[in-house]
Nanobody, 118 residues
Framework: QLQASGGGLVQPGGSLRLSCAAS????????MGWYRQAPGKQRELVAT???????DYTNSVKGRFTVSRGNAENTVYLQMNSLKPEDTAVYYC??????????????WGQGTQVTVSS
């Protein structure tokens, strides 16, 4: 349902832009965003953006990463600047929604590897 792309290998201080697009409409969409999971660590929230445009970031990426919605329906981007080795992880796109009865559900992308290394 969600297709993520844009990962790769970059040197410290470099930039990458991740993209995520849903293959179709998502009923009851509340927010889209990005999570990451480094080896041996739990998956953590990186950034989210609601359908109203409100954003939230984990503290470690504030001022360096920017999450945004695309013009196409159900697309989200993550612009990552000033990358650090500790940003190395698999990044997952997420869509947070609720069904007609108010029950929450999620869609997840397949993950894209980001490696920051010299």
């Amino acid at each position: 349902q969600l297709q993520a792309s844009g990962g790769g290998l970059v040197q410290p201080g470099g930039s990458l832009r991740l993209s995520c697009a849903a293959s179709g409409s998502i009923f009851g969409l509340n927010a889209m965003g990005w999570y990451r999971q480094a080896p041996g660590k739990q998956r953590e929230l990186v950034a989210t953006i609601t359908t109203a445009g409100s954003t939230d970031y984990t503290n470690s990426v504030k001022g360096r990463f920017t999450v945004s919605r695309g013009n196409a329906e159900n697309t989200v981007y993550l612009q990552m600047n000033s990358l650090k080795p500790e940003d190395t992880a698999v990044y997952y796109c997420n869509a947070d929604a609720e069904d007609p009865w108010g029950n929450p559900y999620d869609y997840w992308g397949q993950g894209t590897q980001v490696t920051v290394s010299s």
